[in-house]
């Protein structure tokens, strides 16, 4: 049966692409679903390789899973799936350089000012999410500490920045390609859950492979530094004398909303991060997982106990 060039599915009726000239599922028709233009620069790649003279060359017999073989590959090429935080594409070989480039021809969907720069998109995020921290908290706090307010918003976009960037700086690692991008989608369910659902952008790294120990690292970068940052505010909340409450306390808060950011994104379902690092290593999962839960608990029942009457309070 025909097989999707794109996804790798088999499919009865397929569609072909007149400017890369493969077939394509309903789901891959169009150009931009497909990545038209990473494929073309794929084809050239493997046209240069095939027409250079080079000597005889037995390739070593690699095994691979029934269900990697179908889903994952064709003809030896590892197809691309997207997910919402990252985009996968194909092998790094069919990545153009400076894809992110204006100039470059390739066609990113699903982001919105898709070739501002880096900054611009995190200045807008972070923005949003500040504005939505300010919000969010303006009712539970009174006026005498309404200065306690703009440190909570801080906490709340710098867990989120923070997190989006601990993928970002291990993909650097790596040597991928990698920007923040706003979501299209993102910011509309923002705008539509009046900041309930806060996803106005997040990491896109080009040329990973869909489960790998580049995926994996990448993926988990992102809970570890809330573990990490989460933590460091926790402690703090201990040091801070108690004639300086609430700055104590809300430090405490701001561990609680790492702590919440980084549990909700180790879900192993749908676009979290969760579940490629359970596919990928279970032993990473649960680290991560048996770390960030507990310390979750710990500082809602302090936050919603008398608890934080004894710790916090002079």
């Known amino acids: 049966m025909p097989i999707c060039y794109h996804c790798g599915t088999e499919n009865s009726e397929l569609f072909s692409c007149s400017k890369c000239g493969q077939s394509y599922c309903r789901f891959h028709k169009d150009p931009i679903d497909h990545e038209c233009n990473i494929v073309i620069e ?22 691979l899973s029934h269900s990697v073989a179908q889903s994952s590959m064709v003809d030896g090429v590892i197809r691309g799936t997207s997910d919402g ?38 200045l807008i995020a972070g923005i949003i999410i500040y504005a939505i921290g300010i919000i969010s908290f303006y009712s539970s706090i009174g006026p005498t500490y309404l200065w306690t307010l703009f ?19 291990v993909a650097v690692h790596f040597k991928l390609q990698t920007k923040f991008r706003l979501l299209t989608y993102g910011l509309l369910m923002t705008l539509v859950s009046l900041g309930r659902f806060a996803l106005p952008g997040a ?41 300086l409450y609430p700055l104590n306390y809300i430090f405490c808060i701001g561990a609680y909303l790492n702590f919440m950011l980084g549990s909700f994104n180790m879900i192993p379902f749908g676009i979290l991060d969760g579940q490629n690092i359970w596919k990928w290593k279970k032993k990473v999962y649960f680290g991560l997982i048996g770390s ?13 106990t008398s608890i934080s009457l004894n710790l916090y309070l002079p």
């Open 42 to 63: 794929s084809l050239n790649f493997t046209s240069q390789q095939d027409s250079q003279i080079t000597p005889p060359y037995t390739a070593p017999t690699q095994v």
């Open 203 to 243: 990491v896109v790294v080009l040329g990973l492979d869909k489960i790998s120990r580049k995926t994996g690292l990448c993926k988990a970068a992102g809970p570890f530094v809330n573990l990490v940052y989460g933590t460091l505010l926790f402690l703090i909340s201990f040091i801070i004398p108690k004639t």
């Open 151 to 169: 440190i909570l918003a801080t906490f709340y976009v710098t867990a989120f920045l923070f997190h989006e960037l601990g993928h970002r700086q």
């Open 85 to 122: 935080t990252y985009t996968w594409y194909r092998q790094e070989q069919a990545v153009p350089e400076n894809a992110f480039d204006p100039d470059s021809g390739i066609s990113f969907k699903g982001i919105f000012l898709a070739h501002k720069s880096e900054l611009t998109h995190f």
């Open 292 to 304: 960030l839960v507990p310390l979750l608990i710990i500082t809602m029942v302090i936050m919603n």
